[in-house]
């Protein structure tokens, strides 16, 4: 017994310096700077490890905690401290580390953290939906087509972020117009193949809201839900070029 309280005491021992300042937490819950025979009192009396403790929670496989930092620290080292962990691989996260000097401050800092943690973990969710539902510009051109006007357009790849969809309206040869959909920024660009050299390209581009660029009928729209109407309006400039030849 005697040894154990001697182990106990070594672990006790508090660094000589003139910079180390030594913290405890009042019946208040504030951080107080105490003399060193004040601070091993404190240790001595009181079940330190868990009145250290500002908050700790589990979300999904993240560990947030944020505690009061019981050990002597440079006076510039802000006593309060939230940290977590992933409980899969037992990495600590720094993403989600931060300093306060209060307890109250610590606890508002703790809400956020976890609710930083939430919306990280349900934006992950949503991207990894999104990316079983949609197989890249392909899925998200097909979903919106076929949404709104089934059976009626075809999709098919270039590659995973260039798209050919074949529209309903028909070329001068017979053949039904196409239009090509890329990704833009956060949108889509929409282009179809024009007879160089029409004389009416730009009036016809004016009044239908697109571009004329070399041989091609271009537009940009926004997202998923103006596909259609940007897609016709492509595959209608195309169409009047074609018959106009």
């Not at 004040?38 to 009181?46: N, P």
């Not at 560990?63 to 037992?90: C, H, Q, W």
């Not at 996260?93 to 919306?119: I, K, M, N, P």
């Not at 920024?185 to 239908?208: R, T």
Request: charged share 25%.
């Amino acid at each position: 017994m005697l040894n154990r309280f001697r182990d106990f005491v070594k672990r006790l021992e508090l660094p000589q310096d003139d910079d180390v300042v030594y913290r405890i937490i009042d019946d208040d819950f504030n951080a107080v700077e105490v003399t060193q025979s004040q601070y091993t009192r404190w240790r001595l009396q009181h079940d330190v490890a868990r009145m250290a403790i500002v908050g700790e929670d589990t979300f999904e496989n993240v560990r947030v905690r944020t505690t009061f930092s019981i050990m002597p620290e440079n006076r510039n080292y802000k006593p309060f401290g939230t940290s977590a962990f992933d409980l899969t691989s037992l990495d600590p996260l720094a993403e989600y580390s931060r300093r306060y000097d209060t307890w109250q401050e610590a606890q508002e800092g703790h809400r956020h953290t976890l609710e930083q943690v939430r919306s990280n973990h349900a934006a992950a969710l949503a991207t990894q939906r999104k990316a079983e539902e949609l197989s890249g510009t392909v899925g998200a051109v097909r979903l919106a087509i076929t949404a709104g006007v089934p059976l009626m357009f075809e999709v098919s790849a270039h590659s995973n972020e260039h798209v050919d969809v074949q529209t309903p309206l028909i070329n001068a040869d017979g053949t039904f117009v196409a239009v090509t959909v890329s990704e833009a920024g956060h949108g889509f660009k929409l282009s179809g193949y024009a007879s160089p050299g029409f004389p009416g390209v730009a009036e016809l581009c004016e009044k239908l809201g697109l571009t004329a660029e070399g041989d091609s009928i271009t537009c940009e729209v926004d997202d998923e839900a103006e596909l259609p109407r940007g897609i016709l309006r492509v595959a209608q400039a195309v169409a009047c070029i074609s018959a106009s030849r």
